[in-house]
C-alpha cells in the first residue's frame, strides 16, 4: 500500500488504548507505537536510528525482506546496506545445506559487531527459523539474537519488534502454518521501477527432495482483487513491470472460493493501463495449461520467458522425485510452448546426485538439455534435507561421482546457453533500463524481454523506461548494444 494512505490510516490509530484485534490495524497500533520509542532513542542518541535487511532466499524471501523494510521504515529506521546498523535482520533460507551455513557464519561475525554497540538488535525470520533444531542452536549458541520468527507471522513484524522494545529479553514467536494473508501493509521496493508481487504462499507439492512446503506451509492464494488492487497502486508509483511470484502458479487459485487459473488471473493483469511488463516465477510443467501458453502467445505484455524446471531428465527419477511428469511430457511440452511462442527463452532449474541417480538416468538429463537448449540453467548438487522423504532414501550417491556429473553438466549447459543467447545478435528490441553499469560509468544496463541484459551507452535520466536497443554484439550471457533511434513504445 502507499504511503500516503498508510500514514492516513496511522493519524486515526489511538495507541492510548488498547490494541485492536483486527488486522491489519493491530499492525498500525504496533508500527505508531514503535515510531514513538525510536523516535525516543534517536532524540537521546542525536542520530537517526539505521536499520538493514538482509536476503539469503529466493525471490519470495526478497520480496518478504522489502515488507520489513517497509515496516522498518514506518517505525523510523533509515534504511542502509551496511550491517553496522542499528537493527540488522537476516531473512534466511534453508532450500539447500549451503544456505543454512552461510547464515550462521555470518551471524558470528554480527555477533562481533553487536559486542561493541551492545544496542544493537539482531533479528532472525525465513525459511531456517521454522526448523525446530535451528531455533534450538540459536537459543543455546547465539544468546545475542533478539528477536527470531517464522514465515508464517511475517506480517506481525511491527508488534514482534514492540514486543523487543518493551522488555529486554530474546523473543521467539514461530508457527507451525497459517491459513492467514494480511492485505495492505508496507513495503519498500528495492526498485522503483519493478516490484516482486505475491500471487500465492506455500506449496502443497511435496517434491520428495524438497525442504518448502514443511517451512511455507499449505498452498494459499490471494485474491484476485487484492491482486490487481496491488499492482495499479505499483503502476502509480511508477511501476512498469511486475513479478507475479509463488512456488507453483500454475496452480494459483485452485483452492479459492470462486477458482480463477492462472492464465484468467493474466489475463486481467494485462488489462492495467501503464503496466508494461508482466513476468512470473516459477511454473511447475505437471500444472502448465494449453490455456497460460495461449495467453502468453496472444500477449504484448507477458515476456518472452519461462522458467521451467526440469529438475532430472530421468523419468525413473522424477517419479521417485515425486514431480508427476515424465520425460517425455516435459519435452512434449517444451514443444508445445516453442510451436506457440518460437521466440520465448527457457530457462530452467536442475538438480545433481538425487538419490539413486545411475550415470543412465544423468544421460537422461543430458539429453533433455541438448534437446531443449535452454537460455540459461540453473544447476545444483542435491542436499539432504533432514524431514524429507529423500533424505531418508538409500544410495546417496557419493560426492565424488556428483561433482563429476555437476562439472559435465555445467560444460553442457554453458555451451548451449552461449549458443542460444547470441541468437538475437543483430535485432533491435525493447529493454527496460535497470541502472547504472557497475564497472563502466558510461554504460547503463537493462534488460530483455527474455530476461537477457544488455549494457549501452547512456545515462541514468533513463532508468526506469524501456527503449529500442540494437544489439551488437553478445558476449557470453549478454549484450552490448546501442540505443535505436526513436521508434517509441
Ligand atoms: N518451486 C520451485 C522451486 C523452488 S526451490 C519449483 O518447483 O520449481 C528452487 C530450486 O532449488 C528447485 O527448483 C530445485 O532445483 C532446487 N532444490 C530444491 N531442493 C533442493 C535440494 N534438496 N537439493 C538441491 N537443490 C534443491
Ligand atoms: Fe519444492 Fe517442489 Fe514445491 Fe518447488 S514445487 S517448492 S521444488 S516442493
Ligand atoms: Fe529458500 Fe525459503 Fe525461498 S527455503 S528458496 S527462501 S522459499
Not at 524471501?61 to 550491517?83: C, P
Not at 533491435?428 to 554504460?443: A, F, G, I, R, S
Request: proline residues 4%.
Amino acid at each position: 500500500m502507499n504511503t500516503k494512505v498508510l500514514e492516513e490510516e496511522l493519524n486515526k490509530v489511538d495507541i492510548c488504548g488498547e490494541a485492536p484485534e483486527a488486522e491489519p490495524y493491530r499492525q498500525y497500533y504496533y508500527i505508531k507505537k514503535c515510531r514513538e520509542i525510536i523516535e525516543e532513542k534517536s532524540r537521546k542518541l542525536g542520530r537517526p536510528l539505521t536499520a538493514s535487511t538482509v536476503t539469503f532466499g529466493c525471490q519470495m524471501n526478497a520480496r518478504d525482506s522489502e515488507k520489513l523494510a517497509g515496516i522498518l521504515e514506518q517505525i523510523g529506521y533509515v534504511m542502509t546496506e551496511d550491517e553496522h546498523a542499528d537493527f540488522v535482520i537476516y531473512n534466511t533460507c534453508t532450500v539447500r545445506e549451503n544456505a543454512n551455513q552461510r547464515v550462521y557464519g555470518r551471524l558470528g561475525a554480527l555477533g562481533s559487531i553487536k559486542k561493541k554497540n551492545p544496542h544493537m538488535l539482531i533479528a532472525l525470520c525465513g525459511c531456517m527459523m521454522q526448523e525446530p533444531e535451528v531455533v534450538e542452536k540459536l537459543k543455546k549458541s547465539y544468546r545475542f539474537v533478539d528477536l527470531i520468527f517464522g514465515t508464517h507471522n511475517i506480517y506481525k513484524f511491527a508488534e514482534l519488534v514492540a514486543a523487543r522494545l518493551e522488555s529486554d529479553r530474546m523473543v521467539i514467536d514461530i508457527w507451525k502454518d497459517t491459513d492467514k494473508i494480511v492485505e495492505d501493509l508496507p513495503a519498500d521496493r528495492k526498485y522503483p521501477f519493478k516490484s516482486g508481487v505475491n500471487i500465492m504462499f506455500g506449496c502443497n507439492n511435496f517434491c520428495s527432495y524438497c525442504i518448502v512446503p514443511y517451512v511455507r506451509g499449505r498452498e494459499r492464494s490471494r485474491n484476485p482483487k487484492d491482486i490487481i488492487r496491488e499492482i495499479e497502486q505499483l503502476v502509480e508509483d511508477g511501476v512498469v513491470e511486475v513479478m507475479l511470484l509463488g512456488q507453483n502458479v500454475n496452480s494459483y487459485g485452485k483452492n479459492l472460493d470462486e477458482p480463477v487459473t492462472f492464465a484468467q488471473l493474466l489475463r486481467e493483469i494485462e488489462k492495467i493501463e501503464g503496466l508494461e511488463r508482466i513476468r512470473f516465477m516459477t511454473s511447475h510443467p505437471k500444472d502448465l495449461s494449453d490455456e497460460l501458453i495461449e495467453v502468453m502467445r496472444d500477449s504484448s505484455k507477458v515476456c518472452r520467458h519461462m522458467h521451467l524446471p526440469l529438475q532430472s531428465g530421468s523419468s525413473r527419477v522424477l517419479k521417485v522425485m515425486n514431480r508427476k511428469y515424465t520425460k517425455e511430457d516435459y519435452l512434449s511440452l517444451v514443444e508445445r510452448m516453442r510451436t506457440a511462442i518460437p521466440d520465448i527463452s527457457l530457462t530452467t532449474d536442475i538438480i545433481v546426485g538425487f538419490p539413486g541417480e545411475t550415470e543412465e538416468d544423468f544421460q537422461e538429463t543430458l539429453d533433455v538439455v541438448r534437446k531443449v537448449r535452454y537460455d540459461s540453467a540453473f544447476t545444483f548438487i542435491y542436499s539432504k534435507r533432514t524431514g524429507t522423504p529423500a533424505a531418508a532414501m538409500d544410495a546417496q550417491v557419493p560426492e565424488s561421482v556428483v561433482k563429476d556429473r555437476f562439472d559435465r553438466l555445467l560444460a553442457e549447459v554453458q555451451e548451449i546457453s552461449k549458443e542460444m543467447s547470441s541468437r538475437l545478435t543483430g535485432q533491435t528490441l525493447p529493454v527496460l533500463v535497470e541502472e547504472k553499469n557497475d564497472h563502466d560509468p558510461h554504460l547503463m544496463t537493462g534488460r530483455l524481454s527474455n530476461n537477457l541484459l544488455v549494457h549501452f551507452p547512456g545515462d541514468e535520466s533513463l532508468i526506469g523506461k524501456i527503449m529500442d536497443v540494437h544489439l551488437k554484439e553478445c558476449r557470453g550471457f549478454y549484450y552490448m548494444g546501442e540505443a535505436a533511434p526513436k521508434r517509441g513504445r
